[in-house]
């Protein structure tokens, strides 16, 4: 059975900073690419960033220079470093595995003075 959680998120004052985890079960980690995706009340899904099984990074342009994507496939464990936050960061975050599309059950983060 595969199993993505997510832990991390919380409230934030603009600014500040939050690291979020996905620790991946039930998968073939170190061949896997892993993704954080986010979704603002009334929005669509989004894209936020990817690292690959070779570990190359992309970043959606709303986020780069402040957010940074790693794995530790020694832990099975994918982190979004999420600095600088902007009001607009506010969402649940989510962690997907591929291929196989998993996903893990979100993680919200609030971004508010």
């Known amino acids: 059975q595969v199993r993505l959680v997510e832990s991390g998120g919380g409230l934030v004052q603009p600014g500040g900073s939050l690291r979020l985890s996905c620790v991946a079960s039930g998968i073939s980690f170190s061949w896997s690419n892993m993704g954080w995706y986010r979704q603002a009340p009334g929005k669509q899904r989004e894209w936020v960033a990817t690292?690959?099984?070779?570990?190359?990074?992309n970043y959606a342009d709303s986020v780069k220079g402040r957010f940074t994507i790693s794995r530790d496939n020694t832990k099975n464990t994918v982190y979004l470093q999420m600095n600088s936050l902007k009001f607009e960061d506010t969402a649940v975050y989510y962690c997907?595995?591929?291929?196989?599309?998993?996903w893990g059950q979100g993680s919200q983060v609030t971004v508010s003075s």
């Open positions: 997907q595995a591929s291929p196989g599309e998993y």
């Open positions: 690292i690959t099984s070779r570990g190359v990074t």
